[in-house]
Nanobody, 114 residues
Framework: QVQLVESGGGLVQAGDSLRLSCAAS????????MSWYRQVPGEQREMVAT???????DYADSVKGRFSISRDNAKDTVYLQMNSLKPEDTAVYYC????????WGQGTQVTVSS
């Protein structure tokens, strides 16, 4: 059974930092591309950051220079370091694991107050 469990969300002020974690089980973590997406109610889920099995990263333009994705294959965990948070970063953040198909976690809420 595949499980992706996100943690680390919360309520912060603009300019603060948060680190999200996503612990995976039931998959061969090291061969999966991992990603973070976010979604605001009434809007489409959007890509925030991705990291390939080889460590190549990609970011949405809106978070470049502020967010950093990383992975620890020994711990089957992917991270999203979020710095200089803005109110527009408020969303539910989802972790995804892709190898052929994509599995999703349940999401963690991030709220940034101005």
């Amino acid at each position: 059974q595949v499980q992706l469990v996100e943690s680390g969300g919360g309520l912060v002020q603009a300019g603060d930092s948060l680190r999200l974690s996503c612990a995976a089980s039931g998959i061969r973590f090291s061969i999966n591309a991992m990603s973070w997406y976010r979604q605001v109610p009434g809007e489409q889920r959007e890509m925030v950051a991705t990291i390939s099995s080889g460590g190549r990263t990609d970011y949405a333009d809106s978070v470049k220079g502020r967010f950093s994705i990383s992975r620890d294959n020994a711990k089957d965990t992917v991270y999203l370091q979020m710095n200089s948070l803005k109110p527009e970063d408020t969303a539910v953040y989802y972790c995804g694991a892709t190898w052929g198909r994509t599995y999703w976690g349940q999401g963690t809420q991030v709220t940034v107050s101005s």
